[in-house]
């Protein structure tokens, strides 16, 4: 999925840790694309990958998902725990207050996202959201499909074309900590 959102000229975005999150920006390094990494820090946890062009550490939560939203185009969310269920809600809610202009939001893995979705359709039944805020929500488990949606839902609407690759620092990112520096290598 990394490697495909790269080839269409989007950065690819990831909280910049292991697991899913390295995959992603792993993908997008093996096509020449751009990798950011917005990490938190957490003494227990999570260090930045290795396939990071650029990284943010950041103290809070709610700073991340400012900068996973202001500089998106479209999210794309994977298998996660209570933090990516927190961004979703939040990508959601933006678009759903029309805070943010309706970008395409992309769920990958449909089996896990099941109960999810049906308990939004609860909520559409019972007048909690809008029957049309379920369209919010792509849920696939295509990469193909995930890319024909963003690109119908995102680039085409808002004009995106393909930019050169820039080396300025576009989040006031500093160079990565020794210890993060490191583990890069």
Same mark, same amino acid.
């Given at each position: 999925?990394?490697?495909?959102?790269?080839?269409?000229? /989007?950065? +690819?975005m990831?909280? $910049?840790?292991p697991?899913?999150? !390295?995959a @992603?920006n792993?993908g997008?390094?093996a096509?020449?694309g751009?990798?950011v990494?917005?990490?938190i820090?957490?003494?227990?946890?999570q260090h930045?990958?290795?396939?990071l062009?650029?990284c943010v550490?950041l103290?809070?939560?709610?700073?991340r998902k400012t900068l996973?939203v202001?500089?998106?185009y479209a /999210?794309? +969310?994977?298998q996660g $725990?209570a933090?990516t269920l927190? !961004?979703? @809600?939040?990508?959601v809610?933006?678009?759903?207050?029309?805070?943010?202009?309706?970008?395409?939001?992309?769920?990958?893995?449909?089996e896990y996202?099941r109960?999810?979705l049906k308990?939004?359709?609860?909520?559409?039944?019972e007048?909690m959201?809008?029957?049309?805020?379920?369209?919010?929500?792509?849920?696939?488990?295509s990469?193909e499909?995930a890319i024909?949606h963003?690109r !119908?839902k995102a680039?085409?609407?808002?004009?995106l074309?393909l930019?050169v690759r820039?080396?300025?620092?576009?989040?006031g990112?500093?160079?990565?900590p020794a210890r993060?520096?490191?583990?890069?290598?």
């Amino acid at each position: 999925m990394g490697a495909a959102i790269a080839q269409l000229g /989007f950065t +690819v975005m990831t909280g $910049g840790g292991p697991g899913i999150m !390295e995959a @992603a920006n792993r993908g997008a390094k093996a096509v020449n694309g751009r990798s950011v990494g917005c990490n938190i820090e957490l003494e227990f946890e999570q260090h930045p990958n290795a396939f990071l062009d650029r990284c943010v550490i950041l103290h809070y939560f709610f700073v991340r998902k400012t900068l996973l939203v202001k500089y998106s185009y479209a /999210f794309v +969310v994977m298998q996660g $725990g209570a933090g990516t269920l927190d !961004e979703l @809600a939040e990508a959601v809610t933006l678009i759903q207050t029309r805070k943010i202009k309706n970008f395409p939001v992309v769920v990958m893995g449909t089996e896990y996202w099941r109960d999810l979705l049906k308990m939004f359709e609860k909520m559409a039944g019972e007048g909690m959201i809008d029957r049309s805020d379920l369209e919010l929500i792509f849920a696939t488990d295509s990469v193909e499909k995930a890319i024909a949606h963003i690109r !119908e839902k995102a680039i085409t609407p808002f004009g995106l074309k393909l930019l050169v690759r820039r080396q300025l620092p576009w989040l006031g990112e500093r160079a990565l900590p020794a210890r993060a520096a490191k583990i890069a290598r």
